[in-house]
């Protein structure tokens, strides 16, 4: 490809908007609006960070020195939808909630089941993005992505590693993600998206400034008496909350005491008192518990 970053703009000293409203900005911020143009970003950074919705992210207090790539314009937010195939393309910039609103309206289900989970296309299949009802991984057809030298490459379901909260798919620039969903009666899959609508908003503090779940649900490496048994999954926020930590608090940051997978901030939080927060709690966890747990949340900058 012929490009260069003059195509760009750049936008220098950019805040980067989390759903911790917390957090320093990018140094550099690019929004490529074409493939060309995200193959300029390379040309400028080839380990630059691509920002989502900035739903399960948190930005060091410092911000973030390198390139910070948004591919929420318009080049990337194109949607095709095939109501009679169930077949739906989105590049990875469309919104997930979005992306299911005008699945469900044309009767096509399997994408409602994530409902409530805030991100972009491309990065709900990095993180293989799901909770009580199901994944993404249940749905992706197959993707197109770009390596960091600039190459494009096509996988589909079979080729793509999915597991539990991964896709192994970090080294790839995700560009567009090809989905396989169910033609179903409108009105089901509708009652379906509400059911699990429901499930978030009577267990998780939605209306709170917060980032998700901040740590994976483990796989246990041997039994916990009264929990569970060796290699069975078990809830973190059931081992936060066992280990005396709803209610905890550093500075402007504190464990949800309606989830205590949640961390929520005030607006004079900063990222340091989030990061000191999780630390407090992975150490608790693991003296009560044995049990090391592993960040679903990503943070950027110094203190990561």
């Not at 950074?45 to 410092?62: K, Q, R």
Request: charge should be negative; hydrophobic fraction near 40%.
């Amino acid at each position: 490809m012929n490009t260069s970053s003059a195509q760009l703009n750049i936008e220098h000293n950019a805040p980067i908007s989390t759903w911790f409203h917390i957090g320093g900005g990018a140094k550099m911020l690019a929004r490529p609006e074409s493939v060309e143009e995200l193959l300029a970003c390379l040309q400028i950074d080839d380990d630059f960070v691509v920002l989502g919705e900035g739903a399960n992210l948190l930005v060091d207090d410092e911000g973030v020195d390198g390139l910070v790539v948004s591919l929420q314009g318009d080049g990337f937010s194109r949607v095709e939808i095939d109501a009679s195939t169930g077949m739906v393309r989105a590049g990875a910039g469309v919104a997930l909630p979005s992306l299911i609103s005008r699945c469900v309206r044309q009767g096509l289900g399997g994408l409602e089941v994530l409902a409530g989970i805030p991100a972009t296309v491309g990065g709900a299949v990095i993180m293989n993005a799901g909770g009580a009802f199901g994944s993404m991984s249940d749905v992706v057809h197959s993707i197109t992505a770009m390596d960091r030298v600039g190459r494009i490459h096509e996988l589909d379901r079979s080729q793509i590693d999915f597991d539990y909260r991964q896709s192994l798919l970090n080294h790839l620039l995700i560009t567009e993600v090809v989905f396989q969903l169910t033609p179903g009666d409108a009105a089901e899959i509708k009652a379906s998206l509400t059911k699990c609508m429901e499930y978030k908003s009577g267990s998780q503090p939605l209306g709170a400034k917060s980032a998700g779940c901040v740590f994976k649900n483990p796989l246990l490496n041997e039994p916990i008496e009264g929990i569970a048994e060796f290699e069975q999954r078990v809830s973190a926020g059931m081992l936060i909350d066992r280990a005396g930590c709803k209610g905890l608090t550093v500075g402007g940051a504190q464990v949800s005491d309606v989830h205590a997978n949640f961390i929520t901030t005030t607006k004079d939080a900063k990222a340091r008192e989030v990061i000191g927060l999780i630390a407090q709690v992975h150490e608790r966890v693991h003296d009560r518990f044995g049990v090391s747990l592993s960040r679903e949340l990503v943070i950027w900058g110094e203190q990561a």
